[in-house]
C-alpha cells in the first residue's frame, strides 16, 4: 500500500484531476483508479476527497457533468470547460515551479546562509 500524506495530496488532487479529464471525460471511481494505475500505486486518492472535489469544481465552472446510465446505476461524467482548462494551465505552471524549486534543494550544494 502507499504511504498517505492528505495534506500533500490536498494540493495536487485537483491538478490530476483537471489533466486527466483533459484527455476524456470519466467519472469518479474511474478518476480514482486512473490515478492509482498512472502511479504505479504511489498515489492513492479516495473517494472521499475526489467527489467532493468534483463537485467544487463543477459549482465553480470548471468542469461540466452529464448522467448516464450504467445497469442498474447512474454514473456522472465530468468534462473540463474552457474555465476548467486555463485553471489546468495555472496549476501546471504552479507545479512546474515548485517541482523545479524542489529538484533543486534535493540536488544539494551551496546555500544561502
Do not use: C
Not at 488532487?13 to 498512472?38: C, F, H, K, N, P
Amino acid at each position: 500500500m502507499a504511504p498517505q500524506n492528505p495534506a500533500f495530496m490536498a494540493g495536487i488532487s485537483e491538478l490530476l484531476i483537471l489533466r486527466l479529464l483533459q484527455d476524456r471525460e470519466m467519472y469518479g471511481y474511474e478518476i480514482v483508479r486512473a490515478i492509482r494505475l498512472a502511479s504505479r500505486d504511489s498515489l492513492t486518492v479516495g473517494e472521499g476527497v475526489i467527489y467532493p472535489l468534483l463537485h467544487a469544481l463543477e459549482k465553480d465552472g470548471a468542469l461540466k457533468s452529464r448522467r448516464q446510465a450504467a445497469g442498474p446505476r447512474t454514473r456522472v461524467y465530468y468534462t473540463l470547460t474552457a474555465r476548467g482548462v486555463r485553471r489546468l494551465f495555472d496549476l501546471t505552471d504552479q507545479w512546474s515551479q515548485v517541482n523545479g524549486a524542489v529538484a533543486a534543494i534535493l540536488k544539494g550544494g551551496a546555500h544561502a546562509v
